[in-house]
């Protein structure tokens, strides 16, 4: 309560080292993906006026197959994100 914006990471480990997105949002619905297979993490933090910064919360989702090159890169989109696949 009283959050004026929020932190909002999507980390690959749980301890949060490995960040693979940031961002800073006013909203309180935000938009977040995985960057590939595996379980993922988002943590958010709430943010005060004066700078103050409250404790994450934490919660994991699975990650998502993304499409792979020969040499086993991720085939990126021109936004710079990930081609994830589907089952259908």
């Not at 938009?31 to 297979?37: D, I, L, P, R």
């Amino acid at each position: 309560a009283g959050a004026q914006e929020y932190l909002v990471q999507v980390t690959l480990d749980e301890e949060g080292s490995q960040i693979y997105s940031r961002q800073n949002t006013t909203d309180t619905t935000v938009s977040f993906h995985a960057g590939g297979t595996g379980t993922h993490y988002v943590r958010v933090r709430g943010i005060a006026a004066d700078g103050l910064m409250g404790r994450d919360a934490v919660a994991s989702f699975p990650g998502q197959l993304v499409l792979q090159s020969s040499n086993g890169a991720p085939v990126m989109s021109s936004f710079d994100l990930p081609i994830t696949l589907q089952d259908y």
